[in-house]
């Protein structure tokens, strides 16, 4: 059977954070959500959702596997529980059921002014240990994003909590992070492993909240593994 396997970004990226994985799955599609940068972005995790399942019925994907990084995990839950016959599977990276964020984070947003630059280099922090082939398209795309839309984004998460509603997920489901993500500690991936039903979980050694951009071949097989499972 031919999944459709769609990428849902993180807080303040775009589709470039799955550069690694369209290269391999080519004929996946790794959506840019609203202000990522075109458009206006949502301000609430089931804002995007309703977006993403407006671009997905309006393409008519069928047999959808939503592959959610962080923010975007949080959204590919959210459209699990609410609209589960749409869906054939979950991967959920680097995310949890509850993305409170630290103020430092949003502080860093909100203090850029004029001069981008500071939040840019600290943006940039977050792919240290990437490739750097990728930094210069990363930079421009993070430049053009924005600090505000990362804000939106922040808050966004900040707001998302669905501790007490993961258990309903009935979706075949595979949890990826990385051993060092301190963005989303591997106890988030516990906790979501444990309560979804069947989820299994992969934990990729030295592996950051970025892994899918830094332990690409792992998480290309891990995705692979949990696709081979429909056929
Ligand atoms: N899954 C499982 N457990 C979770 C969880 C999740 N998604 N989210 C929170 N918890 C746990 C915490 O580990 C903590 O457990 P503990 O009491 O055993 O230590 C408890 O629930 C409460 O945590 P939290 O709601 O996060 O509040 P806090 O006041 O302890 O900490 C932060 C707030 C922001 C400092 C903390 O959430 C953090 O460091 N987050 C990660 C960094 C970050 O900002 N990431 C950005 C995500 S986009």
Not at 56 to 74: E, F, P, Q, T
Not at 92 to 117: F, I, M, W
Not at 190 to 210: C, Q, R, T
Request: charged share 25%; glycine share 10%.
């Amino acid at each position: 059977m031919g999944m459709k396997l769609v990428f849902l970004h993180g807080a303040g990226c775009s589709s470039l954070s799955f550069y690694y994985q369209l290269r391999h799955f080519r004929s996946a599609k790794a959506i840019d959500l609203p202000g990522h940068p075109d458009g206006k972005p949502c301000d609430t995790v089931d804002g995007y959702l309703e977006w993403v399942r407006g671009f997905i019925r309006a393409r008519r994907y069928k047999n959808v596997v939503l592959c959610g990084h962080s923010m975007g995990g949080a959204i590919a839950m959210s459209y699990a529980l609410k609209y589960p016959e749409e869906l054939r599977g979950l991967i959920l990276l680097g995310t949890g059921a509850r993305l409170r964020v630290h103020p430092n984070y949003l502080q860093r947003c909100l203090e850029s002014g004029e001069d981008k630059a500071p939040w840019l280099a600290q943006h940039m922090d977050y792919y240290r240990e990437v490739q750097e082939e990728v930094f210069p398209v990363l930079k421009h795309r993070a430049a053009e994003v924005g600090p505000a839309v990362e804000l939106n984004d922040l808050m966004a998460c900040d707001r998302f909590d669905i501790m007490d509603r993961v258990a309903e997920i009935k979706l075949p489901t595979r949890v990826i992070c990385g051993s060092d993500d301190v963005m989303t500690p591997v106890k988030y991936s516990d906790f979501l492993a444990s309560n979804i039903e069947g989820a299994g979980k992969s934990v990729i050694p030295g592996g950051s909240h970025f892994v899918h951009m830094e332990k690409f071949q792992q998480v290309n097989e891990e995705i692979e593994g949990f696709l081979a499972t429909f056929k």
